[in-house]
């Protein structure tokens, strides 16, 4: 196996993701919820297994929006199978006690949502897939692709590589991959921005997913904060984001963007006063138009082989699993049947 990657393991969308591992929303379909808590049995069986970098501590979340009906959402996740309950402002002192919500606030609490340090699990996984003998060719960028003698020529930067089955895992750029074939993926990509702090005091221990923002504290200390909306559709943002840049153009842009963000999380969580930034970025989420995952063999181009998706973090066990099972055995499993990328290129 050869590794062909732009840039650098969790260069992009795994680098700067919020990396929170949840059995998703109410308002999502239910092979999609069945297709999450596999996934999150996986990410459990995996920290039994490596030394994975992950926190189990739930999660809990909570909007101003008066139309968020906090009952509903419960009822519809635990029919569907999810370990949700609803709690009250004055019992999420038991559970979290550094966080502040109004004294009214119904809370979801999710006991088996985790978070991963996404970004060292990749550079885990990608030295793993080295010692194991894959061959990696980086920074290389894929340039066009030949069909040849039952498989592909892979134009690269590095030079051409021949391959019987080509893997498109190339998160917001699997798209311009599709095209170089003929194929359609298309996608909406969104950014968000993603602060890290230093290494602090134990401060949280659920993920905090509240108005504005969304909280969690890693095992090594590190407190990840994300914005939840995306910027506005005013000047100058189209311009500077059309290039999908993963850092603001200057520290002081970046400043101001960072303290905005950074008073919203501290009237959530007080405590983060103490915090120092060690890190602002701009994460772009690969996104199906659909909002669903792209996973399986191209029927037009069999040689191929696509995963693209957003909430790959929490789904990235399990669909590595499936995904692999399908190549090596040849099989297509039942539970990938709604995300083949012939929905986007009916033969
Ligand atoms: C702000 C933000 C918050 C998120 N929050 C969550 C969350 O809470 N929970 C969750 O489950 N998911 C979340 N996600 C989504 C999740 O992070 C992504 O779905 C996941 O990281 C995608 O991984 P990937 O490997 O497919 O893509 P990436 O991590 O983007 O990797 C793709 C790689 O392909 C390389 N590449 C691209 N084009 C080429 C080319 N032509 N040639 C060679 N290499 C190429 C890139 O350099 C890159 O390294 C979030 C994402 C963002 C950005």
Known sequence: M???????????????????????EAGQPEHYHQLRAHAMAEHRLMSHQLDWPVRWGGSLEWQADPAF???????????????????????????EPELIVPAATQLIFAERDGA???????????????????????????????AHAG?????????????????????????AIARMVGMELPQRPTPGLILVTKPTAPTLRTVVYGPGVHIHQQNDGRIVIGEKGGPPETHPHPQALAPKPGAFPDSALAS???ARVLKMAKQQVPALAEAELEHIGIGWRPLPTDGLPVVGRAHAHPGLYFAVMHSGITLAPLIGRLAATEILDGVEVDLLSHYRPERFNPL
């Not at 990657?5 to 700067?16: C, N």
């Open 2 to 24: 050869t590794v062909i990657e732009a840039s650098g393991p969790a260069s992009r969308a795994s680098g700067h993701s919020f990396a929170w591992i949840n059995g998703g």
């Open 69 to 95: 009906d906090v009952g509903d959402q419960v009822r519809i996740m635990q029919q569907r199978g999810a370990e949700v309950r609803s709690i009250t402002a004055t019992a999420l002192k038991q559970i």
């Open 116 to 146: 991963l340090d996404a970004g060292a699990a990749t550079r885990r996984l990608f030295e793993s897939s080295l010692q194991m003998g894959a061959k990696a060719m980086m920074p290389a960028r894929v340039n066009g692709l030949q």
């Open 151 to 175: 498989g592909y020529v892979v134009s690269t930067d590095m030079g051409p590589v021949e391959a019987e089955l080509v893997v498109v895992a190339a998160g917001v750029g699997s798209s």
């Open 256 to 258: 101001v963007h960072a």
